[in-house]
């Protein structure tokens, strides 16, 4: 398949189809991410990142121009589009599997016309009200997150009376918005969104509940990677629970234990050990299956 972009054929990837769950490496070209912001902001070293996370078994790379973490001010939409399609363009074109992280319809529209397979929309469609469409239109599969606000007033948002019913609601509401809008169902899938509007107690407990919010039937994907959240599994006397790339050992333990749950993909910056720990969960899932089919005979 093939889309046709500046005169120019633009190869694009399949959509990674496994029996486990996936990973979708963090490629963040942006000088202020939280714990990465500035590695990757020229477009050959962003590349060569994304062909990285790659060979360390990302499924996807996952590239974004904006960053989301908290009090983070918005950049325009050019800079954005500057940002990201000539590093989707050319890992598309390298035969990697790209999902564009952006809250806007024109880039995420740019960014499948330059082969990316995947949209992944922290605000769940709620930012820009022509996303839902763009996603209808280019038939891509997209990601929806459970949302509140921007990164500069989300933590103020992070008030609940009933935390889960509330998520679970409020997924459900985009999920009709984007069927509504000509998006295929099957195509969609599911992020609590943990960290966005949620303090930590309260993305522990969705952590917790994760059966109930894989019984809404569609898949999730979970991104808890080095999230503040973790700071406190960060044993001080050996790291720093301030450093974010110190929580990269608790992130590949979220990472082992939604995939033993189920999930349908974790989005890390630290690939191989969640790499490894996805098809631990994955061996063990069909050890436990033999397990069950030699009980009955």
């Not at 963040?28 to 962003?46: E, H, I, K, L, Q």
């Not at 889960?164 to 459900?172: A, K, M, R």
């Not at 059966?211 to 599994?233: N, Q, T």
């Not at 720093?240 to 990472?255: G, I, N």
Request: charged share 25%; with cysteine; aromatic share 4%.
């Amino acid at each position: 398949m093939a889309v046709q972009v500046l005169e120019r054929t633009v190869p694009v990837a399949a959509p990674p189809v496994l029996d486990r769950c996936r990973v979708l490496g963090i490629l963040n070209v942006t000088p202020d991410s939280f714990s990465d912001g500035g590695r990757f902001a020229a477009v050959g070293a962003a590349v060569e990142g994304g062909l990285a996370l790659a060979r360390q078994g990302a499924d996807l790379v996952d590239v974004g121009g904006e960053s989301t973490r908290p009090g983070a001010v918005r950049v325009d939409e050019g800079e954005e589009l500057r940002r990201v399609i000539p590093v989707v363009r050319a890992l598309s074109e390298a035969g990697v599997a790209v999902s564009i992280d952006t809250m806007r319809a024109r880039v995420a529209e740019a960014a499948c016309a330059a082969g990316a397979v995947l949209v992944n929309d922290v605000s769940g469609g709620l930012a820009d009200p022509a996303m839902l469409d763009v996603i209808a239109a280019t038939g891509r599969q997209c990601v929806l997150m459970h949302w509140r606000g921007h990164s500069t007033d989300m933590d103020r948002r992070a008030v609940y009376g009933d935390l889960l019913t509330e998520v679970v609601d409020e997924l459900v509401d985009r999920v009709d918005a984007a069927v509504a809008a000509g998006v295929d169902p099957d195509r969609i899938v599911l992020d609590p969104g943990l960290g966005f509007a949620k303090d930590a107690e309260q993305s522990w407990a969705l952590l917790a509940a994760y059966p109930r919010l894989s019984s809404l039937g569609f898949p999730l994907l979970v991104g808890a990677s080095r999230k503040r959240f973790l700071a406190e599994c960060v044993d001080p006397a050996l790291a720093s629970p301030s450093v974010p790339t110190d929580r990269d050992d608790a992130s590949a333990a979220v990472a082992a234990y939604v995939a033993g749950a189920g999930a349908w993909g974790v989005r890390v910056h630290d690939v191989a050990p969640a790499a490894a720990a996805v098809r631990v969960a994955a061996r063990l899932q069909e050890a436990r299956s033999g397990l069950d089919r030699r009980r009955w005979r």
